[in-house]
Structure formats: C-alpha cells, structure tokens
C-alpha cells in the first residue's frame, strides 16, 4: 500500500516485517522518488496480534500520514479498531 508525496517529489510505503523473535512489525516508510532512497521510517505499534494497516491517507500538505488498523475479517470485510496519524 503506498501513496504519493507530490510537493516534496516523496512517496510513502507500509510494509509488513517478520522480526527474528517471530512476531510481525507494521512500518511506514518514506521514499524519495529519484534515489528511492528511505528518508524517515514509522513503526507502527499495534496492541494486539493479527492487526494490520488496511488503509493509508496522506494530507494535502504533504505533512501528515494518517492509517487505519485492523484486521481483514471473511467475504472481504474489514475492522478498524484503531486510527494513528504521523507528522512528518
């Protein structure tokens, strides 16, 4: 899931990692769109297992990331149980 950073020639990336001690890490990551290179990076600390970020949304600004997490339930439902915002 990703989304643009138009006025600062940035994009932004979530990814989902697998730690060594097993349990998964919910990242955002900042890009820049030339180098590709990662210019800032969020962890996103979640309260329970199985929650992952089901929606991303960047403001107009460019300044604030605002994500939706929950968890991906049958027949393509979705629960959000928490809403966090990112400043850049």
Do not use: W
Request: net charge neutral; aromatic share 6%; glycine share 4%.
């Amino acid at each position: 899931m990703g989304a643009n950073l138009k006025s600062l020639n940035q994009y932004v990336m979530t990814e989902r990692k697998v730690e060594e001690s097993k349990k998964e890490k919910q990242i955002i990551t900042v890009h820049d769109n030339e180098s590709y290179e990662t210019l800032q990076e969020f962890t996103v600390p979640t309260r329970e297992e199985g929650i992952e970020i089901l929606y991303l949304c960047v403001s107009k600004d460019d300044q604030k990331i605002g994500v939706a997490l929950g968890k991906k339930l049958i027949k393509n439902k979705q629960l959000v149980t928490e809403i966090a915002v990112y400043h850049r």
